[in-house]
Nanobody, 129 residues
């Protein structure tokens, strides 16, 4: 059974750092596109970071470039989102998602509109003083 479980969210001060984890079961992540998304109340879901596991290519939303880093640990079947220089605007529920990696789909769709088949339940990140 496929399952994605996010963890690591919580309350952090502005300027602080936090690492989110996505634990994947039911499939090996290295055949998948893994994305991190976030959604704040009253706002649309926003793509944050994405990794195409087969070749390691990464993508980042404009608002988080230079601050967030996505990475994977194939042995542990884990994907991480390292967040630094956090701002109040980063406050949201963060979700990880997975879809089978196919270049002919990724190229036209891009990382944010990719057909993700599986989603986690989300973890809350609150950046506040």
């Amino acid at each position: 059974q496929v399952q994605l479980v996010e963890s690591g969210g919580g309350l952090v001060q502005p300027g602080g750092s936090l690492r989110l984890s996505c634990a994947i079961s039911g499939f090996g992540l290295d055949y998948y596109v893994i994305g991190w998304f976030r959604q704040a109340p009253g706002k649309e879901r926003e793509g944050v970071a994405c990794i195409n596991a087969p070749d390691g290519t990464t993508y980042y939303g404009d608002s988080v470039k230079r601050r967030f880093t996505i990475s994977k640990d194939s042995a542990e079947n884990m994907v991480y989102l390292q967040m630094s220089s956090l701002k109040p605007e980063d406050t949201a529920v963060y979700y990880c998602a997975a879809g089978v990696s196919r270049d002919y789909l990724l190229a036209p769709a891009g990382p944010w509109n990719y057909p993700y088949d599986y989603w986690g339940q989300g973890t809350q990140v609150t950046v506040s003083s």
